[in-house]
Structure formats: structure tokens, C-alpha cells
């Protein structure tokens, strides 16, 4: 069929855009003149619609999956046949495939999981009514801005035995994604469906596919013959039991595999539950090809990070709380360096999920801000899109060795700001550094952040010895004037001195200094986490591990 134009009717819908085109056809966007809603028409495929016998097959399978009626499936309204033209009338979703979201790279282990989760839900549904989805992938899976999955695109589906489009032994379904019997041309059941959603785990855990090639064929074999890495090998903060779950869902042998997606159901549910999010399950950890961008960056970036953080957490911890919901949009990288992209997602994400840790506090998820990347989109409209009150945005800039990271947040109702702060950092010129933390160090009452963050980037660099100086001056200062705790602790981490770390934070506990609650967030505490003395802190705090 010739492409449908803007304003152009058929039936009783106008079209208002194009939306997308696959083999399987092209999706429109359009306006129910009668019923006066949006929704999106799906035209068959030409080579489709002039098959008398599949045109009779699809009819007969698109309308079983109006039964279909499920939170997590995408709702068909109609199924449109006449002598011009056959589609299927869909509801219209706002929000993002999850082959979009992933382009930013893997999500938070939580929000995957539950992704897959709710995914595996639709399938129950699907596969009682005994039809098989055969094309499960990121880009079949929507998530709407209220973080709500569909399944869509049920054109390849399969039910009561008869192949949908294609006859018997023709191998269908999108290569990464399927499974080794419809590599080889095989009758697929349900079990294709869970093979296929074990694969969409994997990716969005790791940003990256567990059976690679540079063609179709090298694919194939991949799936047949390879065994992925383990996902707990490549990222850290996974659930060993993941593992086991992905280790059956992708067994090769579909009689090994689960046998019905309602096991799978159980299994996710199981480690969502025993789980207990840690506070920096919102940071997407990054995968072992990644690791090269972050390290020689990561010296230089602690002090904008830590002090956004910090910034951010005691403005809320401390605020009248009038503001019951806020979104931290995805910060813009206004730096003009592709290194800092990775860093100002990593800023958004531990804003998130250090933010979630407050009380009556909404704070939206990953996978809810990231669909705005990369747009120019007013606080008020996000605002309502999201249903918050507030939206904290950041920026990045980077001006020959000056890091600067700004923090604003609006006000939703009015587009009037509420807070702004800024954190400024030299990444190169150690030396001026220095100068600049004796005139703060002469002003200040008490222990500023940059002297106990410049002597852990000191150390980084391996300039030790200007480190110890600063370390010194400031004990030195510290004996006429309070030392607030945390930041003593921030110094001696710095060395990896153990012992003297836990002696500044027990101070900082005795004191009821708050920024303690940052320990668990903070990378430069990472290094505790095998003393048994950390597990005993965070139960102090409040904060332990499960």
C-alpha cells in the first residue's frame, strides 16, 4: 500500500502521523472519528493481504487476540478487513520501547526485573488462551510513562497449533531473540516465548545481547552452541539467583527450560521480594567494555558528585516537605566531551535512588525520566506527564580543566524555581587546587568537603605526599576548631586506612551528623564493605544490607 498522508481518513479514522515500518507491516497514528480517541492502525503487509491463505490465518488469529485483555498486553480494538484495506486497530500508548531505553545502557537490577516481571504477566494471559507471542524483544515491550508494561505487536502470534504468515519449517521471529527451535525451523510453543524474554533480561541487565554476531547465520550458531557469560560476571549487584533464572529460561533444550511462564513468574517474584534494593541499585553499573571510559575520569569527578549528592539529599531530608513527588531528569552533558555523557547518566541515576531513600518522598523511576534524554521539554508538561510536583534538572560543563555541575529545581505549577546550587571542580590543575583549599580552609568554621575530597583525588593521582601535607594542615586546624566527622572519614578513605575511616565514622554516628547516611552511596567507602564493621554501621544507621 502507498503511504497514508496526514489528514487522510480511512474508515472512520484520520490519520495523523506514521509511526513506524517492519516486515510486518506499518503502524500509524491516528484519531477515532467516532469514538474520538487516539489510537494506532496496523496495515498488513502487501505480500500479506494478496495471500488468500495467510490473509485468512492472520483474520482468524488477530481476532483471538481481541481476547486478549490484560494490563500488560496492548488492548486491539478492532481488526479491519474490506476490499481496500486490512489492519488492526490498537490502543495508542505514550512512552518508550525498551530497545530505546537501553540505548542509554542497562537499567537498574530492580526496575529490569520487574519489567521482565510484569512482561511475564501478559504472557500468562497469552499463553492460557494457548497463543504464543513468537517475537518477544525490546522493541515488541512498551513502558508508559507511568511505568506500566505492554506487550505489543502480536502479528507473529501462534495458536491452536497453526503458524500465523508463514507455513510450516519457515524460521520467523527476530534473530537475537529467538529461540534455538525457531533458528531451526521448528514447531515453537510457549517455551519460544520464554526463551525469548530470558534474552530481554539479560540485555537489559548487561546492555548487551547474550548471543552475538555479524549476520544472521553467526547468530544462529551462537544460539545453538554458546553459553553467555553469566550476568553476575559481567555486573556487580546482581542476585546470584538471576543467574539460576536465566539459566533456565535460555536452556537450550526447550524439555529443560521452564515449562510454563508461570515458574518464571514465581522465580522473579521470589527476588524481587527477598531483595531488598541497595541504595545504588538506581545506578546502572557498567559492563566490563565500558570501564575504560570511567576510570580516568573518576578521580577528577568526585568532588561535583559528591557534593551534588550531598546537596540534593539535605535539601529534601531538611525541606517543610510540600514537595511530595519530584522527577530528576536525565542531566545534559553541555561539555562537548562523549566521555562526561556516561558520567552525568551516572549523576541522575544515584540522584534517584538516594532520593528513594527518604519517606514520603515520590521519586520516579529510571526508566520513567530517561524517555525524555536528549529533549526540550518544560518543567510544566513534565510535570503533568508524571504527575509531580517538582523536577530537579543538572547540567554539566566542562571549560578546559574546570568541571562544574549545576542542580535547579522547578517548581511543576508555575515554572518558578525553588533551589539552584552549583558544585565547581579542577580536574587538572592539582597545585591551584591546593591554594584554593588554604583560603577555604582560613574562612570556613568547620571542615569543608573539598579539603577531605581533594585529599582522595590526590591519593587517585598518586600524589601522595601532597596529600599527607593536607591531611596534616588540616588535623593541625582541626584541634582549635570542630571537624565535621564525615569528611575525616572522606580523608582517611582516601589512604584506605581502615581503622581510621570507621573511628570518623563512629564520630559522625555519636554526633548525629546526617551525612553519614551517604556512606552507603559513597564510592569512596566501597573499599569497607568487607569489614563486618560496615554491616554493623548500616544496621545502626538504619541502612543494612539484606
Request: overall charge negative.
Amino acid at each position: 500500500m502507498k503511504d497514508l498522508k496526514p489528514g487522510s481518513v480511512i474508515s472512520h479514522y484520520t490519520i495523523s502521523e506514521k509511526l513506524g515500518e517492519g516486515g510486518m507491516g506499518v503502524v500509524y497514528k491516528a484519531e477515532d472519528i467516532k469514538l474520538k480517541r487516539t489510537v494506532a492502525l496496523k496495515f498488513l503487509p502487501e505480500e500479506v493481504v494478496k495471500d488468500a491463505e495467510a490473509r485468512k490465518r492472520f483474520l482468524r488469529e488477530a481476532r483471538a487476540a481481541l481476547s486478549l485483555d490484560h494490563t500488560h498486553i496492548g488492548t486491539i480494538y478492532e481488526v479491519h478487513d474490506d476490499d481496500d484495506n486490512t489492519f488492526i486497530v490498537m490502543a495508542y500508548y505514550e512512552g518508550d520501547t525498551l530497545q530505546d531505553l537501553i540505548k542509554s545502557g542497562p537499567l537498574p537490577v530492580k526496575d529490569a526485573i520487574d519489567i521482565c516481571l510484569q512482561a511475564a504477566r501478559g504472557l500468562e494471559k497469552a499463553h492460557k488462551k494457548h497463543i504464543v507471542h513468537r517475537d518477544i524483544k525490546p522493541s515488541n515491550i512498551l513502558l508508559t510513562g507511568e511505568g506500566q508494561v505492554k506487550i505489543i505487536d502480536f502479528g507473529l502470534a501462534k495458536g491452536d497449533g497453526k503458524t500465523m504468515l508463514t507455513k510450516e519449517g519457515t524460521t520467523l521471529g527476530t534473530a537475537q531473540f529467538m529461540s534455538p527451535e525457531q533458528a531451526q525451523g521448528q514447531e515453537a510453543d510457549q517455551r519460544t516465548d520464554i526463551w525469548s524474554l530470558g534474552v530481554v533480561l539479560y540485555t537489559l541487565l548487561t546492555g548487551q545481547l547474550p548471543f552475538q554476531g555479524d549476520y544472521e547465520q553467526a547468530i544462529m550458531y551462537a544460539i545453538l552452541n554458546e553459553t553467555p557469560e553469566p550476568v553476575t560476571g559481567l555486573r556487580t549487584g546482581i542476585p546470584i539467583a538471576v543467574d539460576h533464572i536465566l539459566e533456565k529460561a535460555m536452556a537450550k533444550d526447550p524439555a529443560e527450560r521452564y515449562q510454563h511462564i508461570e515458574d518464571m513468574i514465581v522465580d522473579l517474584a521470589k527476588v524481587i521480594k527477598n531483595r531488598k534494593e541497595e541504595s545504588t541499585s538506581g545506578q546502572s553499573i557498567p559492563v566490563r567494555r565500558k570501564q575504560k571510559i570511567v576510570v580516568p575520569l573518576f578521580a577528577g569527578i568526585l568532588v561535583p558528585f559528591l557534593v551534588c549528592l550531598a546537596a540534593v539529599y539535605f535539601f529534601f531530608l531538611r525541606s517543610n516537605r510540600t514537595i511530595d513527588s519530584v522527577a530528576i531528569m536525565p542531566f545534559v552533558n553541555e561539555s562537548g566531551n562523549p566521555d562526561l555523557e556516561y558520567l552525568s547518566d551516572g549523576i541522575t541515576e544515584n540522584l534517584i535512588s538516594t532520593l528513594a531513600l527518604l519517606e514520603d518522598l515520590k521519586v520516579m523511576s529510571r526508566y520513567s525520566v530517561f524517555r525524555y534524554k536528549g529533549k526540550d521539554i518544560e518543567p510544566k508538561s513534565i510535570g503533568e506527564e508524571l504527575n509531580v510536583r517538582a523536577v530537579l534538572l543538572g547540567r554539566i560543563v566542562q571549560r578546559d580543566d574546570d568541571l562544574t555541575v549545576s542542580l535547579e529545581l522547578v517548581d511543576t505549577k508555575d515554572d518558578h524555581q525553588i533551589w539552584g546550587a552549583m558544585s565547581y571542580n579542577m580536574m587538572g590543575e592539582y597545585s591551584q587546587a591546593l591554594d584554593r583549599l588554604d583560603l577555604i580552609q582560613e574562612k570556613a568554621r568547620n571542615w569543608s568537603p573539598w579539603m577531605a575530597e581533594r585529599i582522595y583525588t590526590l591519593v587517585a593521582v598518586g600524589r601522595n605526599a601532597e596529600a599527607e601535607e593536607v591531611l596534616e594542615r588540616i588535623l593541625n586546624k582541626a584541634e582549635k576548631q570542630y571537624v565535621e566527622p564525615y569528611f575525616g572519614a572522606v580523608a582517611y578513605a582516601g589512604f584506605k586506612n581502615i581503622d581510621k575511616t570507621f573511628e570518623w565514622l563512629d564520630k559522625a554516628l555519636a554526633q548525629r551528623n546526617l551525612r553519614i547516611m551517604l556512606v552507603k552511596v559513597d564510592p569512596k567507602m566501597a573499599f569497607l564493605r568487607n569489614d563486618p564493621r560496615y554491616a554493623a554501621l548500616l544496621k545502626k544507621i538504619g541502612l543494612e544490607e539484606t
